[in-house]
């Protein structure tokens, strides 16, 4: 039932509406299907155990670090442990810092009862605060510098009573905090600690937030102890919306990572639970999920992940839910020791799952993915990491540290001892001036900084597998651009003739994570209508075309252009969705927003950067800075900005909220070069330090700053290799794409069309060794091995001498 409390909020409900359901088109859905996940995708096995020494009773994994865990205990302690090397980085037990400032209440509350419990722990979206909700009127805000600093920014006498939840939201373009409370309000502060927004209306103590938004939409829906559910929008008009939850249950509310779908897990004062999703724009509910055991005396806990499973703590064991079945999918118990209703929490990519136990403690479960990411960083703390980045390389001053960088591969048909690739010295350095902790910088999976590393040319093919994409069409012409699916099991090309193809790897015994592997040969995929993804040439001379491409964020639209009009095909049947931003001036890089596939960067020839909005087909706004033609543009979801580069040899940092511009650089030149030339930029996956690479450099920056951190520059020499006829027959790569979740493997496009995926061999596992330290001085060569032969795989091939 849905009662109406305001005269305009039918209106708000239909733009509610209309927001999440936007034109057919283009609104890129993610289908699932029985095929496109396995019971492996989760998170199962037991890879951790941990001792908290006090009863957990809140959980949150950093939003880009994501072995980092977050823990709130029921004395009142916080913890923050890197999973993987099992460190407990820092500790802090409760205390009220300003004992003069706070009001008599709760100082009578800690000194009659010092338990003082944690109800919620959780992180800002950009990982720079972290919020912690207590059980009697406190709310504490640390700013988080880094693995071991963390300082305290604010303490929020929010409640009369308990703070039963707290979450970040961002209404009006700024980061807020938003609590509720045993005194049946909510509450929206600033980071300032001032009140901006106080709802009221429940008529009991309110249990759980969950802030939202739809477009420009920002909202909040409340859950109450009565089982009352209500939305508010930031006006202090009161509730929108009064929702019933299912069996009246007390109960928590959690959106789909893409933000499309809303579920509620809870339970009555009868024990039952319910786990259901909603329609939210309705209030109906949209599905019921079956598989509880027994009655519970309290309300069980449940997280979402990868826009596809839910899982729910019950009956001493974890629950699995695959989001469009209503029946487990899977339990598991995590082999025992866990209470009547675990608390757990998935980490960000989903390939982790933390789980309380019955004796004060928490184990950490992992699917392949996440055992792999754990085994990679356990041999290294958090601490060493912060500390390699800023000191691994000595600053740029007097004599630098020298090594010498050799290719791990010149071409890929044709590696030995007499390749022509003849390297010349690298100089690694670190800009003074990025080193500094005035802002809060996350590392995320940083490798053995702390020791030199150099590439090493690769000279006996049994060193490296490599597998040539099938081809069942013309592979006449080069390959322009090359990137990975974001699932990472399949692989685009754009050729030079404007075609678009697509290969997909599939679960099999010899392959049974599906991801891109060289070891097995991939499909060449097409739809049955034969249909081919070919982009508009119309009246485009191919010479001057500049190729760009870019995937949803759920892989199922891929979005092209060869020159001329922006074509937008479905991945699934390779059909033509839309065409738009005819030339002049031609587009020449596109980037799709990370919270919503509707918003395109689209950088043009004339140096603007058009955002476009495809559903209403209109530019929102042109952002004008560069000198010439955009080259390269890259999103930071945690920091809010678009990063572009131009030809100019220019960096401009704008701001997604208003489109303005923060800050631009020119990227350092050797001497007497002109600032020119294309600039590419490319995030990490901590969302904070940026790659940029340019003819001359690859550079690191923290993005936040917008600071050079470290810069290699390198030049590679090559010879010409003539073939029968005199003339230059030379085949060489093109274009390279990094796999999005395995760092040792790559993927090559080659002037003559062709496409490769190339990873070490299972004997060695990574790319690149340490670099011998001879009296102590670093050795600047490391040679490979010289072995002749290597053994044939019929599916694969090994890398021809």
């Known amino acids: 039932m849905v009662d109406y409390q305001a005269a305009d909020s039918e209106q708000i409900m239909k733009r509610l509406r209309s927001a999440a359901q936007p034109v057919e088109e283009v609104t890129f859905p993610a289908p699932l299907s029985q095929a496109s996940w396995s019971l492996e995708d989760l998170p199962r096995t037991v890879a951790r155990t941990l001792n908290q020494g006090s009863s957990v009773t809140s959980m949150d994994f950093h939003p880009s670090h994501q072995t980092l865990l977050l823990v709130g205990s029921n004395n009142g302690e916080i913890t923050l442990w890197e999973v993987a090397s099992r460190e407990r980085l820092l500790s802090r037990p409760f205390k009220i810092w300003e004992m003069t400032t706070c009001s008599l209440p709760p100082q009578a509350a800690v000194v009659k009862d010092t338990s003082i419990s944690i109800n919620r722990v959780t992180w800002s979206p950009d990982g720079c605060f972290m919020g912690v909700a207590f059980t009697k009127h406190l709310v504490h805000l640390y700013a988080y510098h880094g693995p071991s600093d963390l300082r305290q920014h604010l303490e929020i006498e929010a409640h009369v009573g308990g703070v039963n939840d707290l979450a970040f939201s961002h209404p009006n373009k700024q980061l807020c905090v938003v609590t509720c409370g045993d005194d049946k309000l909510i509450k929206v502060w600033d980071l300032n600690g001032r009140k901006l927004y106080t709802f009221e209306g429940h008529e009991a103590p309110v249990y759980s937030v969950c802030p939202h938004h739809k477009e420009n939409i920002q909202f909040i829906f409340s859950t109450a102890f009565d089982g009352k559910i209500k939305a508010w929008l930031y006006d202090n008009n009161g509730s929108r919306v009064d929702y019933d939850a299912p069996g009246h249950c007390c109960t928590t509310m959690l959106y789909s990572a893409d933000g499309s779908r809303l579920f509620s897990c809870g339970t009555n004062k009868d024990g039952e639970s319910f786990l259901v999703e909603w329609n939210e724009s309705e209030g109906a509910i949209k599905r019921s999920y079956v598989g509880f055991r027994k009655k519970s005396a309290s309300v069980v806990q449940f997280d979402t992940t990868q826009n596809h499973f839910l899982a729910v703590g019950e009956d001493n064991q974890i629950k699995f839910w695959d989001m469009d079945s209503t029946n487990i999918v899977a339990t598991v118990d995590a082999e025992g020791g866990l209470p009547s209703l675990p608390r757990l929490r998935f980490n960000k990519e989903g390939n982790l799952l933390a789980v309380t136990t019955a004796d004060n403690g928490f184990k950490i479960l992992a699917n392949a993915d996440g055992l792999r990411s754990l085994r990679a960083m356990e041999s290294r703390s958090f601490e060493a990491q912060r500390v390699s980045i800023e000191s691994a390389a000595p600053k740029v001053s007097g004599a630098s540290m020298v090594s010498t960088i050799t290719p791990a591969v010149s071409r890929v048909d044709r590696l030995d001892r007499s390749s022509p690739v003849r390297p010349i010295a690298l100089m690694n350095g670190v800009d003074p001036s990025a080193r500094s902790t005035d802002k809060p910088r996350v590392l995320d999976d940083i490798p053995e900084k702390a020791k030199p590393w150099e590439l090493t040319e690769i000279l006996d093919p049994i060193l490296c597998r490599v597998v040539t994409m099938p081809d069942s069409t013309d592979p006449a012409g080069k390959v322009s651009r090359l990137l990975y699916t974001n699932s990472g099991v399949g692989l685009l090309a754009l050729g030079s003739n404007a075609i678009q193809k697509l290969w997909k790897w599939s679960r ?294």
């Open 508 to 801: 099999s015994e010899q392959n049974p994570t599906g991801k891109a592997t060289a070891s097995v040969v991939p499909q060449h995929w097409q739809p049955n209508s034969g249909l081919l993804m070919k982009n508009d040439v119309l009246d485009v001379n191919p010479e001057e075309a500049v190729p760009c491409i870019a995937l949803s964020k759920n892989d199922s639209y891929v979005m092209s252009a060869s020159g001329g009009k922006v074509s937008l095909f479905n991945m699934m049947t390779f059909k033509v969705m839309t065409t738009f931003m005819a030339p002049p001036p031609a587009s020449t890089f596109l980037a799709f927003h990370p919270q919503d596939n509707n918003i395109i960067a689209i950088g043009m020839e004339d140096s603007t950067i058009h955002i476009y909005n495809v559903r209403t087909d209109e530019v929102k706004t042109k952002l004008k800075g560069h000198q010439k033609r955009i080259t390269g543009l890259a999103f930071s979801h945690s920091l809010n900005i678009l990063v572009s580069s131009g030809a100019d040899a220019q960096i401009c940092v704008w701001n997604t909220d208003h489109w303005d511009k923060r800050k631009s650089i020119t990227i350092q030149m050797p001497t007497g070069k002109a600032p020119s030339g294309d600039t590419r930029v490319q995030f990490h996956s901590d969302q904070i330090r940026l790659l940029v690479f340019h003819e001359t450099q690859l550079a690191i920056y923290d993005a936040l700053k917008l600071e050079r951190v470290r810069q290699s520059i390198g030049i590679m020499e090559a010879d010409e290799t003539m073939g029968g006829d005199g003339e230059c027959s030379i085949v060489y790569p093109l274009v390279v794409a990094a796999h999005p979740h395995e760092s040792n493997q790559f993927a090559v496009g080659l002037t003559d069309g062709a496409v490769k995926v190339i990873e070490p061999a299972e004997t060695e596992g990574k790319w690149g060794m340490m670099v011998p330290i001879e009296n102590g001085v670093l050795n600047s060569r490391i040679g490979g091995s010289s072995s002749s032969t290597a053994a044939a795989n019929p599916s694969t091939e090994q890398v021809p001498r």
